[in-house]
């Protein structure tokens, strides 16, 4: 009706195809997804992998370097090293996964319920955040652990109930600039209510460094996991997990004679934070409308 | 001529006090009076423009009207409803009926949504149109705005500024709302663009019989779109009437002091008129000086400005001014001329 020309009639593609496609052209993105869903594959399908049973011990071959009957050697108690590599990823995995979804959850929550409602109820939940980042993680991970027993399920609880506060004052501060700004008050002049304007106006507008925290926790999991398991509180042996690895490699004979132990555990956990680190680079981006080109 | 078709809202005595805290208490030292004690009518269907430099409290008045604000005093009726009473649940349902524009088109839009979902959210909101019907609505809407419905996929900032203005226009037309709220919804826009928007906003008043309460500081603008203007100065009303009236005939000093500053697009004209030029600066809110607010920087000031606080009357047919001088004498002179 006016001077708007229809300078591109073709209708736009569909917001969801876009982030497809914008993900798909970060190379590393699709490098490190490819790379975690083969250790998902990995952890799946572990006696397929595996071949050899992780808990069996081979007296004819202690401390063997790797050959073709062991491709990475054998321990000090004469089990396949990559066997309980395998095996193992399946412990720091799920680990990963479960504490830090727990942790995203719980500080997503937190963090946009102090955020949008400020006063009384920011003050709170933020001493409450405080008061947990204040302990030492180790200590209080090793105090409930000694209490409620070493076993797979609780550790991914409490190391998902210990590191929720990073993700909590990241969303409190995101909300607290996002609130402000002038599509909150339209769509309050809208009449849109609290919980309309948190999930469609300020959570999507904080997926960026949700993401990119939740990833960047994922591979801070793992590792606590490994240091968990290295001061011997982690998964209960004889279940393998990367950290325990690293543990029992400890010696420092091993350390200069017997590289088979460490270095395989040390690349898994390095290339699997590395590559979630990547995916979430990668989400990150294609969740940017911004970002997006056609 | 606006006024047979009856008062759509009437503001009685509406405050705004942000309050100042300090210390570690947050104690309250005092406050900010953005709007001090405002009192005006909006006629169905014509526009009342609203203007004042910056800080006069024009943009609060607008959004604590809407309640995007909560007032500290005073009513607003509307339709003889007094939104300052109403339940957020109440308020909810009423603000179908009036809706807002606002001035930066860039911070207005949910980055994140697109075009039909930022159209559409007040058709969800209310549960007027879902499905077809609502992406149907959304269309209509563009096109009525004059954007090409195809857009409804994109993303804010794939268009320019007056498009997004026209985005926004779109989202406060959706739910056929009586009276539209524009917050200087031209001030950040390109000159160029700025004729486009009006335009649209008269040509919509008149196609979907709308009541604009038009903020914006650009004088020449105001009187090109408005019916009736009314001037603010720290948080109060100085003068109230007729367009061409407060043109031609502004009587309160401030209003005159005010208008001196418009350019004229005459070099000739332009050369000799004598602009008045005010001392000194607004003073704050948080401490406006007694009497009149304007009595600080007033060309003509009098023992009375200062010892007591002029009240809005009825000088003329239609004319509102708070001045005392006026009041007593009809015309405050300043040495304004209407150029």
Redesign the interface.
């Known amino acids: 009706m006016t001077e708007m020309k229809l300078t591109d009639a073709a209708e736009a593609p569909r917001p969801r195809r876009r982030s497809r496609r914008q993900f798909l052209r970060h190379r590393l993105a699709v490098i490190g997804t490819v790379v975690v869903l083969i250790l998902i594959l990995v952890a799946v399908f572990a006696p397929v992998i595996a071949r050899k049973d992780p808990m069996y011990q081979d007296y004819s071959a202690l401390k063997a370097p790797p050959s073709s009957e062991h491709i990475l050697g054998t321990d000090a108690l004469g089990r396949d090293v990559w066997a309980r590599l395998v095996y193992a990823s399946r412990v720091s995995l799920s680990v990963g996964f479960v504490a830090v979804s727990i942790a995203a959850v719980v500080g997503t929550t937190l963090g946009a319920v102090a955020g949008y409602y400020g006063g009384a109820v920011d003050s709170t939940i933020m001493r409450i955040t405080d008061t947990v980042m204040c302990f030492p993680l180790l200590i209080i991970i090793i105090t409930v652990v000694a209490m409620v027993g070493q076993s797979l399920y609780n550790i991914m609880a409490v190391i998902g109930l210990i590191a929720w506060p990073g993700i909590c004052r990241l969303v409190r501060g995101q909300f607290l600039s996002l609130r402000e700004q002038e599509f909150v008050t339209a769509a309050r002049a809208l009449g849109a209510g609290g919980g309309r304007i948190i999930w469609r106006h300020l959570l999507p507008n904080c997926i960026g460094p949700i993401t990119v925290a939740t990833t960047f926790g994922m591979a801070g999991t793992i590792l606590t996991e490994a240091s968990l398991s290295f001061l011997g509180l982690g998964v209960p042996p004889p279940q393998p997990s990367w950290g325990q690895m690293l543990t029992e490699a400890q010696k420092l004979s091993i350390l200069a004679e017997m590289p088979w132990l460490w270095i395989p555990p040390g690349i898994m956990i390095g290339l699997t934070v590395l590559a979630v680190n990547f995916v979430g680079d990668g989400l990150r981006d294609a969740f940017d409308p911004r970002m997006q080109s056609n | 001529m606006a006024e047979k078709n009856g008062v759509l809202v009437q503001v009685r005595e509406l405050k705004k006090y942000f309050p100042i805290r300090r210390g570690v208490l947050q104690r309250r030292v005092g406050d900010v009076k953005a709007v001090d004690g405002v009192t005006f009518n909006i006629f169905r269907g014509e526009t009342l423009g609203l203007v004042g430099e910056s800080g006069s409290g024009k943009t609060t008045v607008g959004?604590t009207m809407?309640r995007?604000y909560e007032p500290t005093a005073g009513s607003i009726l509307f339709e003889g409803l007094d939104l300052a009473q109403l339940s957020s649940r109440e308020?909810?349902?009423t603000?179908?009926r009036m809706?807002?524009i606002?001035q930066?088109p860039y911070?207005?839009?949910?980055?994140?949504?697109?075009v039909g979902g930022i159209v559409g959210?007040?058709l969800e909101?209310?549960r007027v149109a879902r499905g077809k019907e609502k992406r149907e609505r959304v269309q209509e809407l563009l096109?009525l705005v004059?954007?090409?419905p195809?857009?409804?996929?994109?993303?804010p900032?794939e268009f320019s500024g007056g498009?997004r203005q026209r985005i926004?226009i779109a989202?406060a037309l959706a739910?056929n709302p009586d009276l539209i709220v524009c917050d200087e919804p031209i001030s950040s826009l390109d000159v160029s663009i700025q004729a486009?928007v009006v335009?649209?906003l008269e040509e919509l008043q008149g196609r979907m019989n709308l009541t604009y309460l038009f903020i914006a500081h650009d004088l020449s603008m105001v009187r090109h779109i408005s019916d009736r203007v009314a001037v603010m100065y720290l948080g109060k009303i100085m003068e109230l009437t007729d367009r061409d009236e407060l043109y031609l005939n502004p009587l309160n000093p401030y209003t005159q002091a005010l208008l001196s500053a418009v350019p004229v697009p005459d070099p000739v004209v332009e050369e000799k008129r004598r602009r008045i030029i005010l001392e000194g600066d607004i003073p704050s809110p948080a401490t406006p000086p007694d009497g009149c607010n304007f009595s600080t920087r007033c060309p003509v000031v009098r023992d009375i400005c200062v010892e007591a606080d002029p009240e809005l009357i009825e000088v003329a047919s239609g004319h509102f001014c708070a001045c005392h001088i006026v009041e007593r004498e009809g015309r405050a002179d300043i040495g304004y001329t209407v150029a």
């Open positions: 959004r809407l995007l308020l909810r349902s603000r179908q809706q807002i606002f930066d911070a207005s839009l949910n980055p994140r949504m697109t959210e007040p909101v209310h096109r004059g954007l090409n195809y857009f409804v996929n994109r993303y900032h498009q926004g989202r739910l486009q335009n649209l």
